[in-house]
């Protein structure tokens, strides 16, 4: 029957690369467990070879340059792109799509001179004052009028009005940007957005 030897016995044998020693039986038979040199060792791991290295550097090289940095975190949310049929200038918005207002009971009305666009929720105060509980998407022609007048002036370009048929404007040229969206519930933000909850906007 195999003896322990102990600690510095067991160092001894790890000395030798090919050894290997059986730790001591529980019941005083033998034990099947090897506990081998090669096991202990940990790992040797070249980091210079690894592509999460590489990417973390990389990434600090464009934080350590502010123009490269910015380049790369603007093209990261950029989601979409928007082709003027005036001016032809491309303009990358962070949504993917356009938003439907219906899923967040959102009222939106784009300025007539400019790319700004008022948001508002259904449960705003002075929007219910002006129509009752109703939905911005559901209004008729007059209740929308009603709205349209309760506004204040774009706050954006001072001379422009908020109106429900305007269409969004290009950030560069501020023509219209026809068939951009698919119906009168979507929209995109492409330029400022005002908060109709929180702005005093409201007559």
């Known amino acids: 029957m195999d003896k322990f030897h102990g600690l510095d016995a067991l160092a001894t044998d790890f000395d030798d690369p090919a050894s290997e020693k059986r730790s001591p039986p529980a019941n005083g038979g033998t034990s099947s467990l090897l506990v081998q040199k090669s096991l202990l060792e940990p790992p040797r ?15 600090n090289r464009r934080r350590s340059n502010p123009a490269v940095f910015g380049e790369y975190r603007e093209n990261l949310l950029a989601k979409m792109e928007i082709t003027c049929p005036t ?12 938003n439907h207002a219906g899923f967040s009971n959102l ?15 259904s449960y705003n105060k002075h929007f219910m004052a002006l129509v009752g509980d109703k939905h911005p998407w559901s209004l008729n022609a007059l209740e929308r009028s009603r709205v349209e007048d309760g506004l204040a002036g774009c706050p954006v370009c001072v001379e422009g009005r908020f109106r429900f048929g305007a269409t969004p404007r290009c950030p560069r040229c501020k023509s219209a940007i026809p068939n951009l969206l698919p119906d009168e519930e979507h929209y995109v933000e492409i330029g400022p957005v005002i908060d ?8």
């Open 196 to 203: 109709g909850d929180k702005e005093k906007i409201w007559r």
């Open 87 to 98: 001016c032809s200038t491309v303009t990358k918005i962070k949504q993917a799509r356009p």
């Open 107 to 121: 009222g939106f009305l784009y300025c007539d001179s400019c790319p700004a666009i008022l948001e508002f929720h």
């Open 45 to 59: 791991v070249d980091y210079s070879r690894v592509p999460a290295q590489r990417n973390f550097n990389q990434t």
